[in-house]
């Protein structure tokens, strides 16, 4: 289901905001479960679960004392533990006085530091679980390609020779024997592109040759949201025949092609169902993540590639789905840590970081290319989410946890004035950054 066809305007701003508010909300109310239900396990009451913030439109308090609402402001939530005096779960004082030894070990401040620790860190821990099962169940959902390389699927060309068939399964491609499917990528920097292909196939037993569009031709396999591809209207399974009047065939061509322009607009002729078509877009710089932690920069549009017929794909076993979603999480953390280093040190643009203006419409972008996109965006997002709450800043998890470790080292938690004044400077930093990454939605290109 197309998300994009319940409201009659793609990108209408009450859809943009819809879409934000869902996925801010889910998110926010796996983190604040992980602290509610850990602290439950651990013997610290919560007095109110909140999604959102202000006027509380809906109330129900449980048999547990908790009282669950959802608030008029959609954009965050908490957990109020008893003996918070606020959302950031700072010490209620007066609250505490006078209460007995049981009384105060329900509360979060006189709870034993294994259970704060462990109340704390479960929000950020939460995050990641989201982000770990999302990204599994879409690899089990989508599966992965079968070894060897089988046709599923035919993928409509402009080509006018088509011989392949579905149930083909490859073996060599212009002369190139086909590597298992784990390394069949290769073949992109191993074997000369032409516009018709010659494929030697098994087909029902037997061996035969027939030609085909080529394998890795110049094609949009995906469209990344709130790219210049998707501003410029360009479609999944658009195949791009010319840039700038010159003919291409593969996809590295255009890739080139794009890198080369420098940012300046370019025209891309474009096949789509048996018409051609005319598309003009300006390649955004992008800091691109390398596999060691690095950065590089180039031009891009936002289309990543596809081949010219659809594989055959089998479930992956439930290990193959597990080690996907941890090293999703891994990739994620690793190249957001690394990109927020090569930011400070002046390597890359300080524009890479998007305040709520930009998530929001990534957010829209990706929820109107339907569920998949708009789920994988939530878990993307999640795992951030649970990164940047582990941030050793006062107000956030991160902050609490160093508290924590303070207090483990010296035997005695921070004074109630130091608090105050660190809680104060972390509440600073934060509104400090949050003004930053709002100008760079709207003044960055």
């Given amino acids: 289901m197309d998300l994009a066809g319940l409201i009659p305007t793609f990108g209408s701003i009450v859809f943009t905001i819809a879409a934000f508010v869902v996925a801010l909300s889910v998110i926010v109310a796996i983190h604040e479960y992980g602290h509610y239900i850990v602290g439950r396990w651990t013997g610290i009451k919560a007095d109110v679960f909140s999604v959102g913030f202000g006027p509380v439109l809906f109330s129900k308090t449980d048999r547990h004392g908790t009282a669950w609402q959802i608030a008029a402001l959609p954009f965050g939530g908490f957990v109020k533990f008893r003996g918070d005096g606020n959302a950031a779960s700072a010490k209620d004082a007066d609250a505490m006085i006078g209460l007995s030894d049981q009384d105060l070990r329900e509360t979060m ?23 770990f099962l999302i990204f599994a169940a879409l690899l089990m959902t989508r599966g992965v390609a079968s070894d060897p390389i089988t046709i599923e699927e035919l993928v409509a060309m402009p080509s ?9 399964i490859i ?7 086909v590597p298992p499917t784990e390394d069949f ?41 709130g ?7 360009l479609l999944e399974g658009d195949v791009i025949t010319a840039v700038d009047g010159d003919p291409i065939i593969d996809f590295e061509q255009l890739r080139d092609k794009v890198r080369a322009s420098n940012g300046a607009a370019i025209a891309l002729t474009v096949w789509r169902d048996g018409v051609l078509g005319d598309f003009t877009m300006a390649p955004r710089r992008t800091d691109l993540p390398l596999a060691d932690g690095s950065f590089e920069t180039h031009y891009i549009i936002g289309v990543s590639p596809g081949m010219s017929f659809v594989p055959a794909s089998e479930t992956p076993s439930i290990g193959q789905a597990l080690a996907y979603g941890a ?4 990739f994620i953390t690793k190249s957001s840590l690394s990109g ?21 419409e990534t957010s829209g972008q990706a929820a109107s290319q339907g569920w998949v996109s708009f789920i994988w965006f939530i878990a993307v997002l999640s795992t951030a989410v649970g990164m940047l709450n582990l941030f050793p800043i ?13 207090e483990a080292v010296t035997g005695r938690p921070p004074s109630d004035q130091a608090l105050k004044y660190l809680m104060a400077g972390g509440l600073t930093v934060m509104l400090g950054l949050m003004l930053f990454a709002v100008t760079n939605d709207l003044f960055c290109p």
Avoid at 162 to 168: C, F, H, T, V
Avoid at 227 to 233: F, G, Q, R
Avoid at 340 to 358: A, D, F, Q, R
Wanted: proline letters at 7%.
């Fill in 109 to 131: 401040h006189g709870a034993p530091l294994w259970a704060r620790t462990l109340t704390v860190l479960a929000g950020p821990v939460f995050n990641f679980i989201l982000s």
């Fill in 160 to 168: 006018s020779i088509q011989e392949l068939e579905p149930g083909d």
């Fill in 171 to 177: 073996l060599e491609v212009n002369g190139f024997v």
């Fill in 185 to 225: 990528n290769d073949l992109r920097g191993s074997v000369e592109p032409t516009e018709t292909a010659t494929y030697t196939v098994l087909r029902e037993g037997a061996e035969t040759t027939v030609r085909g569009p080529w394998l890795f031709p110049a094609l949009a396999g995906s469209v990344s949201p």
């Fill in 227 to 233: 790219s210049a591809a998707e501003e410029a209207e």
């Fill in 327 to 330: 090293n999703q999480i891994v």
């Fill in 340 to 360: 927020l280093y090569h930011m400070v040190v002046g390597k890359i643009s300080t524009c890479n970081i998007s305040g709520p203006i930009g998530i929001a």
């Fill in 394 to 406: 006062p107000v956030l998890d991160g902050g609490h946890l160093v508290f924590y470790f303070w």
